[in-house]
């Protein structure tokens, strides 16, 4: 195989590659569009004056968290996140070993 056959194919390969990759980013931006389609329409008519001022509120005393305050609140929504993984971890775990068994 010479120089331009194998480039060519690399070229065709790198070709290939970007439109799967475009195919992927595409049905992720669909999903991700639905999804806020669907939040919209759940929400519809929920959003009262009372319930967009305290949401106001809370992002006002997010805003205006000293340092050490806001690394704390990070550190407290990080910690839980690591439990949430642990515990999707866990169940995947016993499914896994669940499976393996059969």
């Not at 060519?8 to 806020?36: L, M, W």
């Amino acid at each position: 195989m010479g120089i331009k056959a194998f480039f060519k194919k690399a070229f065709g390969d790198i070709k290939a590659s970007a439109k799967a990759q475009h195919e992927v980013d595409r049905a992720n931006f669909a999903a991700a569009k639905a999804e806020a389609k669907a939040n919209f329409e759940e929400n519809r008519g929920r959003n009262t004056y009372a319930k967009a001022k305290a949401d106001a509120k809370k992002t006002w005393d997010d805003a205006h968290m000293s340092p050490s305050e806001r690394a704390e609140k990070m550190r407290e929504e990080r910690e839980a996140e690591i439990a949430a993984a642990n515990e999707r971890k866990a169940a995947a775990e016993a499914r896994y070993e669940a499976a393996k068994k059969k």
